[in-house]
């Protein structure tokens, strides 16, 4: 990928290295964390940590690459509609970076294990780098469109179950409790019956991750925004698994309403999640 080498830095590692530095911080800071505020819902928590760690990616993506746009959780209004605006202020620059610092802050907050920081470089609105890393143990999952996407140095691929029937899938609860929730619940309600079970762990873009490792068979959730899927997404695609919105068309840097698979139950999960009215 000459092409993408600036000043000896390629898109990748750059991406690695702010994902790397800002998630041995967070680690640094796991139950030390001094201040605590609610964004859009009492549900939707913010910390300093999230800001330090957007701010500190930021500054390491403008020093190699000072042309790129950027679109970080933190330099956002809360809500669906300042997001939604955002992105589109952004989506059809040349190079876009879009960064979630800290996917799983009320984890972190709560010391649970399991959160992530994001990171994702989309190139004319296509997602060309994508990198999600878990600081607690030390995974980074890395994506290059068309390179395919790697683990701890080992190429991944998505799991193998062909149903429902056999089927891991992840959720989450939203924090917009008026619009994204009820339609989760109605989705929640109608596939438990259906699958092996399903899991919540708290970070949209570690599920994604494990879509990609075969971890999961399956996630769906509602009312996510472009930071949270934009890395995991290419994680998936190039693991040889399939992302759609609820309703099956194909990902976009727009999409909030996502599914994602391992390819082989895609058609039967949104078919279940439509039969449910979860999506819309
Ligand atoms: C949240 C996490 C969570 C999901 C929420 C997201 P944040 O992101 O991904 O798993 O259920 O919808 O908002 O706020 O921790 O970056
Ligand atoms: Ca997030
Ligand atoms: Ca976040």
């Excluded at 290059?144 to 998505?158: C, F, H, S, T």
Aim: aromatic share 8%; net charge negative.
């Amino acid at each position: 990928m000459s092409e993408q080498v600036v000043g000896g830095k390629s898109f990748t590692a750059v991406a690695i290295n702010c994902a790397a530095k800002a998630g041995e911080w967070i680690k640094t800071k796991l139950g030390n964390h001094t201040s605590l505020s609610l964004k859009y819902s009492a549900q939707d928590l913010v910390t300093e940590v999230d800001k330090g760690a957007e701010t500190m990616i930021r500054n390491l993506v403008m020093t190699h690459f000072p042309q790129h746009s950027f679109l970080g959780e933190e330099g956002v209004q809360p809500g669906p509609e300042a997001s939604t605006k955002a992105l589109q202020s952004v989506r059809d620059a040349e190079y876009l970076w879009i960064v979630d610092p800290l996917d799983g802050t009320t984890n972190f907050v709560h010391s649970f294990p399991f959160f992530s920081v994001s990171i994702a470089l989309a190139h004319k609105g296509e997602v060309i780098v994508g990198v999600v890393y878990d600081p607690i143990r030390d995974e980074l999952f890395v994506a290059e469109k068309g390179k395919g996407a790697y683990v701890r140095g080992r190429r991944m691929g998505v799991s193998a179950e062909e149903t429902l029937r056999d089927s891991l899938i992840a959720t989450g609860f939203p924090a917009d409790q008026q619009y994204a929730l009820p339609l989760n619940m109605k989705g929640l309600q109608a596939l438990v019956p259906q699958v092996r079970n399903i899991r919540s762990g708290g970070s949209a873009a570690l599920h994604m991750a494990y879509v990609a490792s075969g971890r999961l068979s399956g996630f769906w959730e509602i009312g996510l925004n472009s930071w949270d899927l934009a890395a995991g997404s290419l994680l998936i695609t190039e693991s040889g698994g399939r992302v759609t919105d609820v309703k099956g068309s194909p990902y976009d840097l727009g999409v909030r309403h996502v599914a994602a698979s391992n390819g082989h139950i895609h058609d039967e999960f949104v078919q279940a999640l439509q039969q449910a009215e979860s999506g819309s």
